[in-house]
């Protein structure tokens, strides 16, 4: 029982680490389709000569974000010319933190990115 008794605590903050690190790449993975999404979307989208589409990319992306904030969501667009045939970058930011029995462990931004050829 003694030995039951020291080992349970550590057990248990294990197991509370393992989920809070699995919400956290279950975040990611969410955040990553919705960059996809968006870029497809923005590479797509039918525009004659040089538009900005930046707006309905965002709303794109914080559209197709399962189960995430969708104002937590910063969307950014680098190198973007947004003239056919051109590369169209679409990154996204979303906050996470892991914590175990109200302690921080681990806090930050995830981030992802992807790139597709505006048609």
């Keep these: 029982m003694v030995e039951f008794a020291i080992v349970l605590p550590i057990f248990c903050l294990l197991l509370l680490g393992i989920a809070q690190l699995g919400i956290a790449f ?6 990553t389709d919705a960059v996809r999404q968006g870029a497809r979307y923005g590479a797509v989208a039918p525009c ?5 589409r930046s707006s309905q990319v965002t709303s ?5 974000a399962a189960n995430l904030t969708a104002g937590n969501i910063t969307v950014t667009f680098p190198g973007t ?5 051109s590369d169209l970058t679409v990154c996204g930011d979303y906050p996470y933190s892991i914590n175990l ?7 930050g931004n995830l981030h992802s990115c992807t ?4 048609e």
């Design 26 to 31: 279950n975040n990611y993975l969410n955040l």
């Design 48 to 52: 004659s000569g040089t538009c900005d």
């Design 60 to 64: 794109k992306v914080q559209q197709s």
């Design 81 to 85: 010319s947004w003239t056919p045939g």
């Design 101 to 107: 029995i109200g302690l921080v462990v681990s806090s």
């Design 115 to 118: 790139t597709e050829r505006i």
